[in-house]
């Protein structure tokens, strides 16, 4: 019971913490793991054991969807190769030389020290997003950050679940090569057929709860059965979202789809929480065992390879940019423009946070694992020392960079915008009827203003208007009630139709009302 009231509390605290991270503009995760180390030191809390396979499955699959979901397939194609020497490289080479230290420093044995490094090898692009979205950097920037964070965990996991089985003797590392190449294309496979199965029973579900729970359901299920079947359980994943992504939205209902988006967004905030909380948990535990001298010995591993992880991230990037830019340069000024910059260079390096998959794969290390508590308390030292000194101070960076704003996305929703209001407006065009005039009219406005915004997410003159209605109707809606006009079945029939319209008339990414 003292776990469970706990979580309660460090949900609520996380809430309170979102909200100061906002007002510092700070990433959100950077606050977590500060409030993870302190549980550390809260007097009497609970000692708690998760099970490897199920800390992965709960925390990591749902997570890996949700980002998956969000991926374009356009950005890609267009920045491949930034993203095989993010997602393969920098992860190969992290992993070597924090296996390197592991060995060479703490004694571990070669299979362990390379789970060490294939744990602490994946960037989280979560924490970053949040301070590069106000600042608007390069769209190019943030699109590869947000693709290699996305690809880096099946690199990693595919070391990782290698060099496990290798350091409990299930595997040698010398048959790696195969296994790697027969999950990979398995698990591409397996994820695109699983996508068009899942498609078939989505869009036969009408009812949103149950829509979001057989979504849920089947994330879980996908997980499991490529673990089963020996494959990479995390490339499934991603295949099996960005199946569903290409074709359910056209599938799915406007109430299941904004359903759903709210109860993923819930659900990964959550599962963050909860995943901060079980690192202070394991962090209390972990310190505890490791007493006298030992102690001493284990923080200053864990500093070394924090220290190692930064260090690595901006050598590889600094290096790879440089060779392309130099390649660049003998094909032309046209070619040169198109190259990466030292100073996006030093903003990606940087962008290197570790996060969930770090703290999950860390729990999820077996107990019996060679070197688990140095391992782990390590894992959670990067995790910590990434957030907090590259988190909180990236705003102080991207100020010093000073990089022009990006408003290519801007551009393209503006353009976007009026496509489909001419789409509706000719769809409309052979309609006589009064209330087709009226609609053609809402259209025509709405396509006079997109032609020339100032902003392409600002809310337009017209949305400012229409919201400002949808106040008196909640206030005359209110007055109905209460004075015993319409009951509360007709009230929240009428209620559902204005919230539907007040997201209709919200500035575009928003959903939040504007006053006036």
Same mark, same amino acid.
């Given at each position: ?5 706990l979580t309660l509390i460090l949900l609520l605290i996380a809430v309170a913490l979102t909200a100061l991270s906002r007002r510092l503009e700070i990433p959100y995760p950077s606050l977590l793991a500060l409030a993870g180390v302190a549980l550390a030191f809260v007097p009497g809390a609970p000692t708690i054991e998760i099970d490897p396979e199920l800390a992965l499955a709960l925390f990591i699959a749902p997570v890996l969807l949700d980002a998956a979901y969000d991926t374009s397939l356009r950005d890609l194609k267009r920045y491949r190769l930034s993203l095989v020497l993010?997602?393969? !490289? ?28 294939? +744990? ?12 590069? !979205? ?34 409990? $003797? ?9 296994? +790697? ?13 699983? $996508? ?40 499934? +994943? ?49 310190? $505890?065992?490791?007493?006298?001298? !030992? ?38 000024? !046209? ?39 140095? +391992? ?141």
């Amino acid at each position: 019971m003292a776990l469970f009231e706990l979580t309660l509390i460090l949900l609520l605290i996380a809430v309170a913490l979102t909200a100061l991270s906002r007002r510092l503009e700070i990433p959100y995760p950077s606050l977590l793991a500060l409030a993870g180390v302190a549980l550390a030191f809260v007097p009497g809390a609970p000692t708690i054991e998760i099970d490897p396979e199920l800390a992965l499955a709960l925390f990591i699959a749902p997570v890996l969807l949700d980002a998956a979901y969000d991926t374009s397939l356009r950005d890609l194609k267009r920045y491949r190769l930034s993203l095989v020497l993010l997602a393969l !490289g920098a992860v190969v080479f992290t992993t070597v030389v924090v296996a390197f230290v592991g060995w060479k420093m703490a004694g571990l044995p070669i299979a362990a020290a390379i789970a060490l490094g294939a +744990i602490v090898a994946p960037p989280d692009a979560v924490a970053a997003s949040a301070v590069l !979205g106000q600042f608007k950097v390069p769209h190019r920037i943030t699109a590869i950050l947000q693709g290699e964070s996305l690809l880096n965990d099946a690199t990693a996991l595919l070391i990782y679940r290698i060099s496990v089985s290798a350091a409990i $003797g299930s595997v040698m590392l010398k048959d790696a090569v195969p296994v +790697i190449l027969l999950a990979t294309v398995g698990s591409v496979v397996a994820g695109y057929v699983f $996508g068009r199965v899942s498609l078939l029973a989505l869009t036969r579900i009408e009812d949103a709860a149950s829509s979001t729970v057989v979504q849920f359901a089947g994330t879980f299920a996908v997980w499991i059965i490529a673990d089963k079947l020996g494959l990479s359980a995390i490339i499934t +994943i991603v295949v099996y979202a960005i199946t569903i992504a290409r074709t359910a939205p056209r599938r799915m209902s406007a109430r299941r789809r904004v359903s759903t988006y709210s109860v993923w967004e819930s659900a990964v905030f959550v599962l963050n929480v909860l995943a901060f909380v079980l690192m202070g948990l394991q962090a209390r535990s972990i310190v $505890g065992r490791l007493s006298g001298d !030992g102690q001493g010995e284990a923080f200053l591993f864990a500093a070394t390879v924090l220290a190692v992880v930064i260090a690595a991230r901006l050598v590889w990037v600094m290096s790879y940019v440089a060779v392309i830019r130099q390649f660049k340069r003998f094909d032309g000024e !046209g070619q040169k423009r198109d190259a990466p910059t030292f100073r996006g260079a030093v903003l990606v390096g940087w962008c290197g946070m570790r996060g969930l998959v770090t703290l999950v794969v860390a729990i999820a290390l077996p107990a019996d694992f060679p070197g688990r508590d140095p +391992i782990v308390l390590a894992a959670f030292a990067v995790v910590l020392g990434t957030l907090v000194l590259q988190g909180m101070s990236l705003k102080p960076l991207l100020r010093r960079l000073n990089f022009e704003r990006d408003t290519s996305i801007d551009r393209e929703v503006a353009e976007a915008r009026v496509a489909i209001m001419q789409a509706a407006l000719d769809v409309l065009s052979g309609k006589t009827s009064s209330a087709a005039a009226v609609v053609r009219e809402q259209y025509e406005a709405q396509r006079r203003i997109a032609e020339n915004p100032d902003d392409a997410q600002a809310a337009t003159e017209y949305d400012r208007l229409r919201l400002y209605a949808i106040k008196r109707q909640r206030d005359r809606l209110e007055e109905l009630r209460s004075n015993g006009t319409i009951g509360d079945e007709a009230y929240h029939r009428l209620e559902e139709e204005i919230d539907w319209s007040e997201l209709a008339a919200a500035p575009a990414g928003s959903f939040q009302p504007l006053t006036t």
